[in-house]
């Protein structure tokens, strides 16, 4: 018996509006509005959106035999959440059905797995957040950013709890096996992978439409009758693409959603089932270890990272980024952390790619740049501003060491002067018992109007804590004081 | 196959860049072999480099007869012809030029340069054009430039040959569209005559095709390339600095957009004062710039260098960060690609022809002041972006050879012959 395994991949990066140099120190606000709303409404409308409703329809009409997984970005959901609500509205009715699962992946659709393992921890986390708040499912499986894994990533990918992760099955890696297994990682036997079969997937995503392509046009019969042809071992066929293949990159007349409603009809003849990725995981055994010493991902023929780190515009970007990674992680600004996240997205670096060829004319496509320079260009222009709030938040010439000391300090004396607060409203409310109530034994002859203003002298105790409390907030304030000092 | 080559400039006595472009073709059509090439110039030195074309001079052609010795011939015009040559030549003098100003070897003197009196030097170099066709064997005509389209034309007309022109320019790029009509119908009657065109950029092409009325079968692009630099030019040395050195280099004219390039400076040293701008060359427009650089006020920081020469040029280019062409229309460009050659990042106008085929640089469009100085701050203070234009940009010019532009140019030939 065999299975097929949807994935389908929703992100959308907050693109930068064209900031320029004179801009730096001054205007605060990075993105272009315009574009990002206009591009993702686009986008929800011919595709996400009727591709929902396909999805809906098929779950309908073959009850829990259809299933398929969904990864969607951080920064993709604020975008639908502010421009394209009804569709997260869609995606919860979508999920009301069981049919659907949603994987883990960093909010940001970074390259933090690559850079900065503490921050790559802290996404993942907020994703999983945002999707347990929007969805209420606690995703399972992992997938990185552009299915970007290598055996470093295994491990704290597995050290996170999952039990599984989703990659490629580039050709480099896997030799002569086949993707159609499961595989457990070398570095962390316990997490399973599952592989991309990229032939098949790219059949869909790619191919479909292409006039000029052998099997063009393709057939849901046909397609099947391919999987179902795989030799008998071969269990699992991980079908992995971005979900604006329905729609946008196979355009609405190439009559791609017809295909895909047709697939579940076709695959219960030839018993093939559907299943989810954490599904996969818990029910199939897996064959082989596969080792990966050097980051693989889906992207480019190469199927690595160049597409991110390939040359020296990119590796600086990226590094002057995570450079500051520790101390906006002590920010506690709340647009700081914001921009953070949108800085951090691996799109602004896949637009300062100089590859040419084929590959490189995708990334043209995408990119809302003239060339990778004016994009490098942009970028760092933002990235300076960002780094001089950052900057000026917590001087760079402070230590990280004795910065976190001199925050724990604060943080501690708020944390006391909260305490003692509260013991001086406590013992406050006592004294207005006192006043009001029944065992002032000497002074209730004394005049009243002032004592009710100043209550300090009445009473022993009291006096004590009032003086208490200003005393831990000039301290506060001078060590606050002083780190500004430091500058 | 014999090509017949009349053009107006040869290293090391050039003018500007259809010098050392006629040059570097011609070179890179030797390096492709079976070629023998005659370039025709008017005013040759003698030092002019004999290894791949022989130089025949427009000066020492005769167009009257003079009874003159072997000695006599060897003792004027011997350092630039073979005196066997110009006995050759006096035997195809086919009509009396003696009315003409002719000196007592029977030729017309030329300047070689860009006087006044240019139409009718054009007009005598036609002349001498048909003693040469009449006299040499070749199977092909090739014209550099509108100057020497007539003599072109006349050499088709003696012998049946095919003509081809080479457009390094147009009156349009030289003019901002405010073309002289005679150098117009120049241009337009060579490009009617011409049994193929080929221009040095496809916005040349455009131009060709658009404003003279040209046929678009018979219009090819063959881009410029450059010549490998020498190690000497490659290591001059420079003082040390310790500003940012950003260069515009070229004549001070209206089709270089100079006034961009005081603009984005101005707007540049607002915010950062350790760069130096500087605008080397001369030109009509340079007492104008001077004064807008004073009335941006940033003269402290602006300078101006004359004209450059020879191995001063790559000194110039040594000491910079950035090299910038902000052209407002530029058939195609060579001093970009001389500028990556030194490993200077390079910032050019989207209106030169040279943006069509160079990757490794930032292009603009000449007019967006913002967009330029918002580059220039870019190169100046990202290493990262510096060097990979540095680096990228050596290993992408190195790859534009004149035998690659060479072998398109036989291709055209062979195209004609058949």
Redesign the interface.
Known sequence: MKAICFYFQIHQPFRLKTYRFFDIGNDHYYYDDFANDDIITRIAHRSYLPANEMLKEMIAQYGKKFKVAFSISGTALEQLEQYVPEFIDSMKELTATGCVEFLSETYAHSLASLQDPEEFVAQVKAHDEKIYQLFGQKPKVFRNTELIYDDDIAAMVLSMGFKGAITDGAKHILGWKSPNYVYNSAAAPKLKLLLKNSKLSDDISFRFSNTEWANYPLRADTYINWIAQLPEEEQIVNLFMNYDTFGELQPRESGIFEFMKALPRFAAEHDIQFMTPSEVISKLKPVAELSVLHPISWTDEARDTSAWLGNTLQNEAVEKLYSIGERVRLCQDKRIKQDWNYLQASDHFFYMCTKHSSDGSVHSHYSPYDSPYAAFTNYMNVLSDFMTRVEAQYPSDIDNEELNSLLLTIRNQEHEIEELNREVEMMRNNIVKDTTGDFAPEEPALPLPEPKSEKKPEKKPEPKKKTAKPAPKKKTKTTKETTKKEK | MKALMFGWEFPPHILGGLGTASYGLTKGMAENGDMDITFVIPKPWGDESKDFARIIGANSTPVAWRDVNWDYVQARIGNVMDPQLYYNLRDHIYGDFNYMNTNDLGCIEFSGRYPDNLIEEINNYSIVAGVIARTLDFDIIHSHDWLTYPAGIHAKQVTGKPLVIHVHATDFDRSRGNVNPTVFSIEKDGMTHADHIITVSNLTRRTVIEKYGIDPAKVTTVHNAVEPLSEELLNVTVPPKHDKVVTFLGRITMQKGPEYFVEAAA?VL??VKNVQFVMAGGGDMMEKMIRLAARRKIADRFHFTGFLRGKQVYEMLKASDVYIMPSVSEPFGISPLEAMQMGVPSIISKQSGCAEIL??V??VDYWDT?AI???I??II?????Y???R??GLAEVDQIRWNKAGAKVIDIYRSLMK
Not at chain 2, 381 to 385: H, R, T
Request: net charge negative; glycine share 0%.
């Open positions: 707007q607002h915010k990757e490794n930032i292009k913002n100085a918002d580059a701050y870019s203070n990202y290493p990262a972006m060097n990979q234009l680096e990228q």
